[in-house]
């Protein structure tokens, strides 16, 4: 039977832990795109029209529903870079999912729902990122984009979460800053 502890921890779950668990993911895209040069970097936090920003972090309207780390080129650029940038997010999910794990069973943290949640939603993240499959819209899971990569098969280089930007999309996102 549900009840309202259940009802509770699933909404703390789903609006709190879960795009935290999302936020690492894309950080860990990023920290890739930052060590191999990439420009015009940019975090989106959830999905929809923007509801604030602050330095290079968007937050949209379903900020707990998914997000994209933006970039516009790397300055360096191959198959075995784009391949960890593509792995970063399932890395740093790992990581996460590794750490709080750890701290567990070394009795530093407590076991709380809160810690169960957080590496039930990394690992449900780390397993259909990595899962090489293509979504509906066409774009690779980054599992996909990375064996597309080391094959050099992948000349897009975007996944549902990695997005590069064109020239024509530069310009439009410094039009609407100036705005």
């Not at 998914?66 to 940038?85: E, M, P, S, V």
């Not at 094959?151 to 997005?163: A, Q, S, V």
Request: charge should be positive; include cysteine; aromatic fraction near 18%.
């Amino acid at each position: 039977m549900l009840g309202m502890y259940d009802i509770i921890k699933f909404l703390v779950s789903f609006f709190l832990i879960f795009p935290i668990v999302t936020m690492i993911h894309l950080m860990g895209h990023l920290f890739f795109v930052t060590i191999f040069g990439g420009s015009k970097k940019r975090l989106i936090i959830g999905s929809g029209n923007l509801l604030f920003s602050f330095g290079k972090v968007e937050i949209r309207k379903y900020y707990f529903w998914n997000g994209a780390c933006k970039f516009h080129q790397l300055k360096f650029d191959n198959r075995f870079t784009n391949t960890l940038i593509y792995l970063g997010g399932s890395i740093f999910n790992f990581a996460g999912m590794y750490t709080v794990s750890s701290l567990k069973y070394a009795h530093i943290l407590d076991s709380s729902v809160i810690m169960d949640q957080f590496i039930y939603f990394s690992f449900y993240v780390l397993f259909f990122s990595l899962f090489p499959m293509y979504f509906n819209d066409g774009s690779p899971s980054d599992g996909k984009a990375a064996i597309l990569a080391l094959k050099k098969k992948h000349d897009d280089k975007y996944t549902g979460d990695i997005l590069i930007t064109q020239i024509e999309d530069l310009k439009k996102d410094d039009d609407s800053q100036e705005r």
